[in-house]
């Protein structure tokens, strides 16, 4: 079975810092990994997503994350947070095969500070 | 296109009483799904449909149903809600291919006294 650990529950960063989200999967084979953001009372919008190809992806708002398969990881990065970025985000894995539910990760709040 | 649409946004039940939960998408996708979230326990998989006629279990099922007669709709019900069954519930849909992205509703807010 996949999952999903996001190793962080709160990270607080300066506005204009950079941020790198941590997200460790387990699956057998390579899989489909997503990275979701929740604004509060909102419901999830995809950033990016790897399914193959380049491990590294570029999403929307400047977001983007690389698929490390020796390490299991697909962190998010950004070179510098605005303060509406504060949310909540999700990594996310799915199967390469069959009906390919998405498994999501317990989710970390980004805090950003002035 | 609307989209994803869930309703109600918001819901009180009393213990033992039922209800559904509504989603309808209009974007054609053969795939639509139920997930509940909780603080600190991120999303779970309830139900899933792959399409019409054809449902499965997730992660957390027990103590609800679902059906999928068309392809825009895909309800959930709660027979007899009990307390542990307050959350926010997430309707979710895509096109069946590997490694689409899922379309999110609002959200239901249900909570059970």
């Known amino acids: 079975a996949q999952s999903v650990t996001q190793p962080d529950i709160h990270i607080t960063v300066s506005e204009g810092a950079s941020l790198e989200l941590r997200c460790n999967y387990s699956y057998g084979a390579t899989p489909y990994l997503f990275w979701y953001v929740q604004s509060p009372g909102q419901g999830l919008q995809l950033l990016l997503k790897y399914f193959s190809g380049d491990t590294l992806v570029q999403g929307i708002k400047g977001f983007e994350a690389e698929f490390k398969r020796s390490q299991s990881s697909f962190n998010l990065r950004k070179p510098s947070v605005h303060w509406s970025d504060a949310a909540e985000y999700f990594c996310a894995v799915g199967a390469n095969s069959g009906y390919s539910t998405l498994t999501f990760g317990k989710g970390t709040m980004l805090l950003v500070s002035p | 296109n609307a989209g994803v649409t869930q309703t109600p946004k918001f819901q009180v039940l009393k213990t033992g009483q039922s209800m559904t939960l509504q989603c309808a998408q209009d974007m054609n996708h053969e795939y639509m799904s139920w997930y509940r979230q909780d603080p600190g326990m991120g999303l779970r998989l309830i139900h899933y449909?792959?399409?019409?006629?054809?449902?499965d279990q997730g992660e957390v099922p027990n103590g609800y149903n679902v059906s999928r007669s068309t392809t825009e709709d895909f309800p959930l019900r709660l027979l007899s809600a009990a307390p542990s069954q307050t959350s926010v519930y997430f309707c979710a849909s895509r096109r069946q291919a590997l490694g689409e992205k899922l379309f999110f509703g609002s959200g239901t807010q249900l909570s059970v006294l």
């Open positions: 449909s792959v399409g019409a006629g054809i449902t």
